[in-house]
């Protein structure tokens, strides 16, 4: 590899070669317009839940932890308390911390930078990070992917309930259909896993189905998550 | 109250991501803890799946939503990307209520 000057980012402490490089950027981008097709998703489906645009955007931009935002949206959008809704977004969001873990062994950062890695440490930039063969190449993947995911799922969260809000009644467009099975999506990966997730995943939503009917919106689906758990513990 | 719930939600998901950067690795990678870990959002997801495909308030209904997400599990079987299969849940669920 030739060096040249200048060639040296804060982002790329050395060590990457342009076709590394490239690789990694293109990837960054990449993934990047695939989450900002469901930042559309999560805009659409927050003014149908009853947010405002102004929540949607806020959640997004603050929380920016996907499946967490849907949940949020999604037990409020049932008529649930907005603290039931967040307790579930909050135990969606537990995962982050385990990449957290990996994250800060890898990353190395202090200080403001570290503030700044853990509101990025999500599942895209986690995943993007832990593939590659160099600390080098990982921290480049980490921030690009971040730069790119954050700057693309707050603009699409932003045309998304924007969108929605000018395109008016939400039931006539589908969109209750929509929250479910954006909810799908985000669970059809993990199923293929292995039997143990599938057997979770049918005990956790027998649960909450059955016990939608006598307790409040929102509970049922803390109760299913603990219940499936403890489920698998047993077996 | 719902902005209440979004700032709370927004400060405690950042605390939790923030957590894994300041807490010594060993605590959280016990193999229980990372196989909870990752079962947890699956048993989460499901539930949402299910409560929003079939319940309405406190009684199950039947209705166009579960057409919609039936037809999101022929897309994913098809291995359609991720706004396809929302597309389609939201379309045919239009469809279903326009007749």
């Given at each position: 590899m030739r060096l040249r000057p200048g060639s040296f980012t804060p982002l790329s402490s050395g060590g990457l070669t342009g076709e590394e490089r490239r690789s990694i950027l293109r990837d960054a981008a990449g993934i990047g317009i695939a989450v900002g097709a469901y930042g559309i998703s999560f805009g659409a489906v927050s003014i149908a839940a009853g947010l405002t645009v102004a929540q949607a955007c806020a959640l997004s931009a603050l929380a920016f932890t996907g499946a967490s935002q849907f949940s949020f949206v999604g037990v409020v959008g049932a008529g649930g308390a907005p603290l039931a809704g967040m307790a579930t977004a909050l135990l969606l969001g537990s995962r982050n911390t385990l990449y957290g873990l990996r994250m800060s062994a890898?990353?190395?950062?202090?200080?403001?930078?570290?503030?700044?890695?853990?509101?990025?440490?999500?599942?895209?930039?986690?995943?993007?990070?832990?593939?590659?063969?160099?600390?080098?190449?990982?921290?480049?993947?980490?921030?690009?992917?971040?730069?790119?995911?954050?700057?693309?799922?707050?603009?699409?969260?932003?045309?998304?309930?924007?969108?929605?809000?000018?395109?008016?009644?939400?039931?006539?467009?589908?969109?209750?259909?929509?929250?479910?099975?954006?909810?799908?999506?985000?669970?059809?990966?993990?199923?293929?896993?292995?039997?143990?997730?599938?057997?979770?995943?049918?005990a956790g939503a027998a649960v909450a189905i059955g016990t939608s009917l006598l307790l409040p919106a929102g509970v049922p689906i803390l109760l299913a998550a603990l219940v499936a758990v403890r489920l698998r513990a047993r077996r | 109250m719902i902005w209440a719930g979004v700032l709370l939600t927004a400060a405690g998901c950042y605390l939790l991501k923030l957590l894994g950067f300041a807490v010594p690795a060993s605590v959280l990678e016990r193999p229980s803890v990372r196989r909870t870990a990752e079962l947890l959002p699956v048993a989460l997801l499901a539930a949402l799946v299910g409560v929003g495909t079939f319940v309405i308030g406190h009684r199950l209904s039947l209705d166009a939503r579960a057409a919609g997400v039936g037809a999101a599990v022929l897309a994913l079987l098809l291995r359609a990307p991720f706004l396809v299969v929302v597309l389609v849940a939201a379309g045919v669920g239009a469809v279903l209520r326009l007749t």
């Open positions: 890898l990353l190395r950062v202090t200080g403001g930078r570290r503030l700044l890695a853990a509101h990025v440490t999500i599942d895209e930039t986690t995943a993007m990070a832990v593939v590659r063969p160099t600390p080098a190449g990982s921290r480049l993947a980490f921030w690009a992917t971040a730069v790119s995911v954050f700057s693309l799922w707050n603009l699409a969260t932003l045309f998304g309930a924007l969108g929605a809000g000018a395109l008016g009644d939400p039931r006539a467009l589908g969109l209750d259909a929509a929250v479910p099975a954006a909810f799908l999506g985000l669970l059809w990966a993990r199923l293929r896993t292995g039997g143990e997730a599938r057997f979770v995943a049918l | -």
